[in-house]
């Protein structure tokens, strides 16, 4: 059976954060969606949990993986809908009406990739933190495309060290299929393996690579990442915003 979109969630011992994101799956009021649950093993008490939704989701393997991107490449081979997007343990979508907001008009074929700005949780409150695809830094959580790119540009590459292959994988996107929506299509807490250094100084200097951001604006992220602990978190994020406002290629 074909769908106009594959949800994917990837999850480990997981006990914590999978209902959460189940229940914001399941309460979207867009219901022309497949869900697939890709467990690697876990050992804690999260497929208990995958048993009692099992008859509401349409696909679940639980085995053991080569890390992270190697269970999304499962989902995503095993995925049937037009579109996909990964909505791994712990993320949420923003609201339950955002897929129905996004899918309500016709999206033109030359369209491939949808993205949005994306809430943040920093402390007890939910910020709006903005993305921009000719800036780098997209999170997968804000990110509905087309399967066919895997037909251009490949899967998502597996090794143990290398935690930022979905931002490589984003960065191969021809910009002219690109589009941003007002619709913000997710939220989540942060603390990601892909947010985390040494992960996220190297998706900065893939931005520089990929002609995304400056050098100069490279060294300044990297010099807050350094010291980010002694600045107050309201101060790193005006400067981050202003390099977001002002950044881009030079």
Same mark, same amino acid.
């Given at each position: 059976?074909? @769908? &106009? /979109?594959?949800?994917?969630?990837?999850?480990?011992?997981?006990?914590?954060?999978?209902?959460?994101?189940?229940?914001? !799956?399941?309460?979207?009021? +867009?219901?022309?969606?497949?869900?697939?649950?890709?467990?690697?093993?876990?050992?804690?008490?999260?497929?208990?949990?995958?048993?009692?939704?099992?008859?509401?989701?349409?696909?679940?393997?639980?085995?053991?993986?080569?890390?992270? @991107?190697?269970?999304?490449?499962?989902?995503?081979?095993?995925?049937?809908?037009? =579109?996909?997007?990964?909505?791994?343990?712990?993320?949420?979508?923003?609201?339950?009406?955002? /897929?129905?907001?996004?899918?309500?008009?016709?999206?033109?074929?030359?369209?491939?990739? !949808?993205?949005?700005?994306? +809430?943040? $949780?920093?402390?007890?409150?939910?910020?709006?933190?903005?993305?921009?695809?000719?800036?780098?830094?997209?999170?997968?959580?804000?990110?509905? @495309?087309? #399967?066919?790119?895997?037909?251009?540009? *490949?899967?998502?590459?597996?090794?143990? $060290?290398?935690?930022?292959?979905?931002?490589?994988?984003?960065?191969?996107?021809?910009?002219?299929?690109?589009?941003?929506?007002?619709?913000?299509?997710? #939220? @989540?807490? *942060?603390?990601?393996?892909?947010? $985390?250094?040494?992960?996220?100084?190297?998706?900065?200097?893939?931005? !520089?690579?990929?002609?995304?951001?400056?050098?100069?604006?490279?060294?300044?992220?990297?010099?807050?990442?350094?010291? *980010?602990?002694?600045?107050?978190?309201?101060?790193?994020? $005006?400067?981050?915003?202003?390099? =977001? &406002?002002?950044?881009? &290629?030079?």
């Amino acid at each position: 059976m074909n @769908y &106009k /979109l594959s949800i994917i969630t990837v999850c480990y011992n997981a006990e914590n954060e999978i209902v959460r994101t189940i229940e914001s !799956v399941f309460t979207q009021t +867009f219901n022309d969606f497949e869900y697939i649950i890709v467990d690697g093993s876990s050992t804690d008490s999260t497929l208990n949990i995958l048993n009692k939704y099992k008859s509401s989701i349409q696909q679940i393997i639980s085995e053991p993986d080569k890390g992270i @991107y190697d269970a999304m490449n499962k989902g995503i081979k095993m995925a049937n809908g037009e =579109w996909v997007i990964m909505m791994n343990a712990g993320d949420q979508f923003a609201s339950n009406t955002v /897929l129905d907001e996004i899918f309500s008009s016709d999206i033109p074929d030359s369209i491939d990739f !949808v993205y949005s700005d994306v +809430f943040v $949780k920093n402390r007890n409150f939910w910020n709006i933190c903005p993305m921009d695809f000719d800036k780098g830094g997209l999170n997968h959580q804000c990110v509905i @495309y087309r #399967k066919r790119l895997h037909q251009s540009i *490949g899967y998502y590459i597996v090794t143990p $060290k290398l935690i930022i292959s979905d931002y490589l994988f984003f960065l191969q996107v021809p910009r002219e299929s690109v589009m941003k929506t007002s619709h913000i299509i997710a #939220k @989540y807490e *942060g603390g990601g393996a892909s947010s $985390k250094f040494p992960a996220r100084t190297y998706a900065l200097c893939a931005d !520089v690579v990929f002609r995304r951001r400056s050098f100069s604006e490279l060294l300044i992220l990297l010099l807050l990442q350094k010291i *980010g602990d002694f600045i107050p978190s309201s101060l790193k994020y $005006k400067i981050k915003k202003h390099i =977001w &406002k002002n950044g881009g &290629k030079k």
